[in-house]
C-alpha cells in the first residue's frame, strides 16, 4: 500500500490551498526526506501566487496542482544513497534553491548564477528553470518533502525550527551584506530596515562589525524598535516624516555611507531607492533586495563620475546559511526578536492571507506541517 | 629673471584658448616636471569647456585662467627633493587623476575612490576637488607642467609620446575591463565599440584572454575595421541596420554575455544602453565608462533577480597605466593601430573643434606643446 | 545478457594492468556515461600506482580491482534522467575531480575545497574521500566510464580528443595562474617551465596578458623550444649552467617578479623551489603546482616582512575547463604545440611505463581505449 | 632663536637612549606635527635596537643619532601647506608605516607593498627604504614629530591616547584577520592568543563575527583571562600540558579551522607554528605576523594538496586603522581591557627594558612624552 503524506497544493493560479493526501516521496541519489515542522509565510507569497503568471510570464510556476512553501525546516527522515554528510534526525533549514550541477556557472562553482536557477515550492528565476522545478515539486506546505543534500544547512540545538524557518529572508539580507563589502568599520545604510529583511540585515551587520547602522522606514514604533536593539550603533529616520533620505544621511556622515542595501516592500515609490542611491560616498556599493518595480530613472552618469556600482542580490547559497547558522548556535546572533505566530497546516489560507496584522519584520508566520 | 613658458589659458568659460607666457614653475617635495611633448585632444574636450560650469555645477573648474589639457605625455625635465622614483630624462605619461592622500578611502589605498578625487586640466570630480585643482593648476596644453610622481607611467621605448597621451581613454576602458572582472575565456558586449573608448577595450580585451568580443556602433566601416583586428574572436552589430542589441546576443551566445562595457558618446538615446543590460546572462556585469546622460529607465528588480551588477568606472590609476605601459613595450598589445592628427600649440583651438573630420576611435587627436 | 566493455584494471597495488571485460555501467541521476577516446597518460601515473599507499596511507586509491586513467575525453553516450546540460554525442573532456555537494564548503560553491574531494580513477585526497571514489570507480583506461554531468567540459570541434585530455596538467597550471592573481602587464616566474605542467602555464599566460615570463628548467633544447612560442615575451634560464634563479631574476627585473609558480617534478631538491620565492617582489604570491616533497626550509619571517604568500594549488573546476576550451576553440590559445604519443588500451603497461623518450612537456602520451 | 624639543636618541646600536634638546621640526608639504602624548613600547624593541644591524644588516635603521618610537598617538600642532584633511587639534594615532607614493605597487594603491616600505623610528623593510627613512626621521620618543597627513588616524573621543598608542599591534592582527578572509560565521586558530598581538586579535575577531576563537598559549592565568572575554565563542588551550594543537583542533571542530593566525613570540620553537598549519581544513588560510624565525620545515605537498595557503602579513594602513577607530568609537570593541603602565619619556631606558613584568598582551607599556 502507497503511504500518503498531507500537503497544501494550489490547483489554479489565485485559488487558494486544499489540504489533500498525496504520496509520500522515497529519496533516490543525493536527496533527502525531510519532515517539514516549520514552514515560514514570506509576506508576498500571496502575491506569487495570484500574479506570477501574470507579471512575469517567462518564468514558470511549478506544474499544477502544486505544493508551494519556501522556506521549510524540519528533521531529516529518509535519505537517498549517495547522501554523504546528513543522516535521519539531522535539524535542518532546506534551502528552495536549486542549481543544476551543468551549466557553465555551476560548473565552477558560481551555484547562485546557475541558467537554470528556481526556488522549490516557488517559482523559477529563468526562462528554463522549469526543469529544475519538475526535478524537485517539493515546497514547506506539507509533511514532507525531498531536497538535494547540498540545500541543506544544518540547524544548532539553540535555533527552534521556527526561527531557522526565517533563514530565507535573513540569508537574503547576509549576502546583500556580503556583496557590500562591508567590512569591519563601515557605515550601512538600510532602507526598509523594520521590515521582513531589514530586520535581519541590521542583526547580522551588527555582528560583522558594521559600525554605523543607518535604518529607514515609516513606522516610528517599529525604527525605535529596530534602534533599540543596538542604541549606539543604529541610528533611523522615518520617511513619513517627509524629509529626504540623502540629506539626513549627509548631515549624519562624512560623505555619504560606505553601502547601502534597499529592503523596501512591493509598491514602494521609487523615491526612497533614488534617495539611497544618492545617499552612497564616492566609491560606494549599493545592493538591491528589495521588491522595488519598474522602470527606475537612474542617473547612471552620476553612478560613473563617483564610481558607484548597483549589485543584484538574490538569495544566498545553503553555505552561507550554513554561516548564518554558526553565529547563531555560538550566540554572536541572537534571533530571539522574532515573534513567531503558528498556523497548523489546515489553517494555511489563513496564513497566507493573515499577514495584515503583523509587527514589521518582527513578527514570523509559520505553518506547521508536523508538530 | 623670472623664466616663462607657452601656455594655452582659457579665461573665460567658453571663450577661445589664448597662447600666452607665463611663469615656468619649480618642483618640491614629490612634484616633478614634465616638459610636454604630446596632449590628447580628447573628444569631449570642447563640450567640458563650454558646459561644465552649467552640466554639473556643483563640481569645479579650474580656477580661470586656466592650463587645461587632459592628457599628457613627456620627459621629466626637474625633481623635487622627494622624488624617489623618477629622474630627469624619463619619458613619462602623466595621469591627471589626483586624489588627496588624507581621507579615509586615499589612506587605505583606495586612491581612485578619494573624496576630493579631481582631474587636473580638466574639472573636479566632487564638490570638495577644487582643493586639488588648486594644488595642481597645470594641464597638458602648455610646454611644461608640475605632478606628482604618483601620477606618471614610465614609458618603454617602443611607445611614442603622442600614442602614450592616448592612454587616458585607453586606461579608462582597462579599468572597465578589470571591474568587469573577465577572465581568460570570457564574453563581452562593448557598446561604442568603434568610438575612442571601444577600440581600446578591444585591443585590451584581446591581449587579456578575452575569447569573444561582441561589438556595436553605427558607421559600418569603422565596425568592420575594429572586426579586422581579430576576425575569429570580434563579431560586430550595427544600430543603424534596426536590429535589438539583445536579440543579436542571444542568438550569437549561449544565455548572454558575462560582461558588458558601455562606451557609448554623448548624446546618444538610452535604449542602446538598455539593450546592453538586457544582453548579460545571469550573474553577469555591467560596466559604464559611456556619456550615457540623464535618468535611464532601469529595471532594478530584473538585476536584482538575476544576479547582476552595473557598475560605474571612472579612470585608472596610474599603476594601472604601468601595466599598460608594460603590456604596449612587450608586444602584447600592439598600439599601432591609431592614426596620429598632429597640431601645434598655437593651434590648439582648432584643434579642439577639429574633430569632426575623424576616423571614429582611431584618429588620435594631438597637440603638441614641444617637439 | 549484461553488456560489457573493455577495461584496463590493476589488481593489487604495483602490479601491471590486465586488459578485462567487465560490466558496461548504466548513467543514473545526474550522470553520464561517456565513450573514452583518449586518455593521458600523466608522467606521475607509475609512481602513484607503486607507491601511494606507501607515500599517503592516510588517503585512499579506489578499491581494488580498479580502473584508473586521470584525463579522459571522448563523447557522450548515454545519459541519466537528471541530466539537463548534456545529451548523447556531445565531446567532452572528463575532469577527474569528485566533489561531495554536502560539506560546508560545497554547499557555498567552493567545490575544490570539498571535504572529500577525490580524484576518480586516481586517488583521494583526504581520509574521508573513499566515499566518492566508491560512488565513481571510473577512470579513463575503458572503452566507457560513468561521470557526473558536473564534471564535464564541453570540448570546441577544433579541439581533438588527444589535446583534451591534456587538460587535467593544462587545467592545473590554468588554475595556478588565477591564483597568482596575474592581471594583464604582470611578470610571472615558472620553475619546470618546460615540463608537461610549464609548457601550459606559459601557454595560457601569454594569452591572459602576462607581458613578461621568466622560466627556468635543465634541458637547454626544451627551453629554447619553450622561449620560441612568445622570444619578446619569455625568457629562460637554465639551473644547469651553476647560477642561483634568484640571482637571475633580480638581474633582468626591477625588485622580482610578482608571481611566481612552482611546476618542479618530482624528486628535484628544495633549492630551486627556495630561490623562486626569493625571487618575489615585495607584496608577491608564490603559487605551488609541483612535485616538491618533503620539509621545505622556508623563512617565514621574510615571507611576513614582505607580505608574501605561499598558495597551494590543486586541480581547477569543470568550469575553468570550460574557460579554457573557450581560449583554445577561439584561436586565443594554440596548443598544436604538443606532440601526441598515442598507444591503443592493450598497450596500456608499455604508455605507463614509456616516458622515458619524450620531448619534456611537449610530449603528449594517451592511451585510446576507442577510435 | 630655534626653537627646540625634548627627544629621547640612541646615538650607537646597544647604547641607552638619551635625552637631548633637538630643533623643532616645521611641517611642510602634506606634512603635519603632532605633539606625542603617547607612545607604546613594543615588546620587541630592546630586541630591534640592539640586533637589527645584525640579524639583517640588508635593511637599513634609521640614521644615527636617531629617534625611534614606533607607535604614537597625540594632538595636531602644525599642518603644511598641502595638508587637506587634518587640523591643529585633531587627535591622532600616527602610523609609523611610510611608502614612496612613486614605486608601480604605490601607483595603484597596494602602499602596503611599497618596494620603499619602512618603519619611521623603527627601521626599513627593504634594502632601499633608507630612503624613506631619510625623509622622516621621527619616532615617538619626543615632544613632537612630523609625519605625512597619510599615515594618521582620526582618534573617537572615547579613546585615550594609551589605548591609541597601541594600535600598531592592534592593526598587525585587525589586517591578518583581514588577510585570512575570516567571514561572520567561521573559525579561527590564533597562537599566542594571550600576547600582545593575541588579544587584539580576539577582540576584533570578535567584533566581526568569528564565530569560534581557538587560542593557544602557554600561561593558564593569561589564557583564562582571554577565555573569559566570550566564554561561549572562545576556547583556549595550554600547550604547556603537553598535547599537539593540531590533535586539539581536530577534536574540536569538524575538519579543521579556516583561518589560523600565527602571533608567536620571538624565540618560539618551530613546532607549534607547524602545528597551527596542520590545524586547517583544506582549503583553510594561514596567516603569519608572529616572530617566529629561521628555516620552519614546511611540507608544501600538503598545502599544494589541501588547496591551503600561508600568507605574511605586515603592519596595516592608516585606513584599515581608521576603521578600527569606528570599531572602539561605537563601542563595538572595547579596548578597555588593556592596563596601561606609563613612563614619563625621562624614564624610556627603563620603559625599554621593564617589560617583563607584565601581564602578558593585556599589559599596555606607554612613554609619555607630553602630558
Given at each position: 500500500m502507497t503511504k500518503t503524506m498531507r500537503a497544501a497544493r494550489m490547483h489554479a493560479v489565485g485559488e487558494p490551498m486544499v489540504i489533500e493526501e498525496v504520496p509520500l516521496p522515497a529519496p533516490t541519489g543525493a536527496d533527502v526526506r525531510v519532515q517539514v515542522r516549520s514552514c515560514n509565510i514570506v509576506p508576498n507569497l500571496a502575491n506569487i501566487l495570484a500574479n506570477w503568471t501574470t507579471w512575469f510570464p517567462q518564468n514558470p510556476l511549478p506544474a499544477l496542482p502544486a505544493i508551494f512553501g519556501l522556506d521549510p525546516a524540519g528533521v531529516v527522515d529518509a535519505v537517498g544513497p549517495d547522501v554523504v554528510g546528513f543522516a535521519p534526525g539531522d535539524r535542518v533549514y532546506v534551502s528552495p534553491g536549486r542549481s543544476c550541477g551543468a551549466c557553465p556557472e555551476c560548473r565552477r562553482g558560481e551555484i547562485m548564477h546557475c541558467q537554470h536557477f528556481a526556488f522549490a515550492g516557488y517559482f523559477g528565476?529563468?526562462?528554463?528553470s522549469r526543469v529544475m522545478l519538475d526535478r524537485y515539486p517539493y515546497g514547506g506546505l506539507a509533511e514532507y518533502m525531498l531536497a538535494p543534500q547540498s540545500a541543506l544547512v544544518s540547524l544548532p540545538d539553540n535555533l527552534t525550527f521556527h526561527r531557522a524557518a526565517r533563514f530565507g529572508y535573513l540569508g537574503t539580507g547576509y549576502a546583500a551584506l556580503a556583496k557590500a563589502q562591508l567590512g569591519p568599520g563601515s557605515t550601512l545604510l538600510v532602507n526598509g530596515i523594520s521590515g521582513t529583511l531589514g530586520i535581519g540585515i541590521a542583526l547580522f551587520a551588527l555582528a560583522q562589525g558594521v559600525t554605523t547602522i543607518l535604518g529607514t522606514g515609516r513606522n516610528h514604533d517599529l525604527l525605535e524598535r529596530v534602534r533599540a536593539l543596538a542604541p549606539e550603533r543604529i541610528q533611523v529616520f522615518s520617511t513619513a516624516d517627509g524629509g529626504a533620505i540623502d540629506e539626513w544621511v549627509r548631515d549624519v556622515t562624512d560623505g555619504g555611507v560606505d553601502g547601502y542595501i534597499s529592503a523596501l516592500g512591493p509598491n514602494t515609490p521609487h523615491e526612497p531607492f533614488l534617495q539611497g542611491l544618492r545617499s552612497l560616498r564616492r566609491g560606494g556599493r549599493a545592493v538591491n533586495i528589495g521588491a522595488t518595480a519598474g522602470d527606475v530613472p537612474i542617473d547612471v552618469h552620476h553612478l560613473m563620475d563617483q564610481q558607484q556600482s548597483l549589485i543584484g542580490s538574490c538569495w544566498f547559497s545553503a553555505g552561507e546559511g550554513q554561516q548564518m547558522a554558526a553565529l547563531a548556535g555560538s550566540g554572536a546572533v541572537d534571533l530571539s526578536v522574532f515573534e513567531d505566530v503558528v498556523f497548523e497546516l489546515d489553517k494555511v489560507n489563513e496564513a497566507i492571507n493573515g499577514l495584515e496584522n503583523r509587527h514589521g519584520g518582527f513578527s514570523n508566520y509559520i505553518v506547521q506541517p508536523t508538530a
Open positions: 528565476l529563468t526562462p528554463t
